[in-house]
T-cell receptor, first 114, second 110 residues
């Protein structure tokens, strides 16, 4: 069974631009969660999507948004990029049937904002 | 809010040594997860624990779910060079999203 895939793996953007990251969950998984990882803050939860609906949201500004498609693939968008948005963005998938299920992570997208 | 305190922050290992790390919380968790992350990659699930007192092994890795449900331990026996990386403990909040410890970085002794 293929794992979670994320594209692109690396991105360089400049301040003020926007960026869209993509995540394809494990086949059969309907929940996709997004996390931001930085050296200072560690791994922090952004949001979770299940059946095309945002089910849970972390404490990030509205510049961070996401969506999920009918095939469970998910995208996250960051608008008006700031230097502090440089991070590894990880998505994780789970079956989504029960809260607190085990989540499986993709390799991440490394975003550098200049 | 909920926080996971992971220790030690870093440690150096020599091949063949046993390694121990732990994770504590001020809140109760119903599930404890241990992940390993290699540079430039996402965390990989090593062991999942679902019951207080549970002891689970995965090869040379053994993890325990503390009886108080506020802590968990991970042991690596007879370490090998490929064990280097960052180990994270994680627990799910009631809404389902994971919170993570800051990680324990394993490096090889120079």
């Amino acid at each position: 069974k293929a794992g979670v895939t994320q594209t692109p793996r690396y991105l360089i953007k400049t301040r003020g631009q926007q960026v869209t990251l993509s995540c394809s969950p494990i086949s059969g998984h309907r929940s996709v969660s997004w996390y931001q990882q930085t050296p200072g803050q560690g791994l922090q939860f952004l949001f979770e999507y299940f059946s095309e609906t945002q089910r849970n949201k972390g404490n990030f500004p509205g510049r961070f948004s996401g969506r999920q498609f009918s095939n469970s693939r998910s995208e996250m968008n960051v608008s008006t990029l700031e230097l502090g948005d440089s991070a590894l963005y990880l998505c994780a998938s789970s079956l989504g049937q029960v809260r607190q299920e085990t989540q499986y992570f993709g390799p991440g997208t490394r975003l550098l904002v200049l | 809010g909920q926080q996971l305190n992971q220790s030690p922050q870093s440690m150096f290992i020599q091949e063949g040594e046993d390694v121990s790390m732990n994770c504590t919380s001020s809140s109760i968790f119903n599930t404890w997860l241990w992940y390993k992350q290699d540079p430039g990659e996402g965390p990989v699930l090593l062991i999942a624990l679902y019951k207080a007192g549970e002891l689970t092994s995965n090869g040379r890795l053994t993890a325990q779910f503390g009886i108080t449900r506020k802590d968990s331990f991970l042991n690596i026996s007879a370490s090998i060079p490929s064990d280097v990386g960052i180990y994270f403990c994680a627990g799910p909040r009631s809404q389902g999203n994971l919170i993570f410890g800051k990680g324990t970085k394993l490096s090889v002794k120079p």
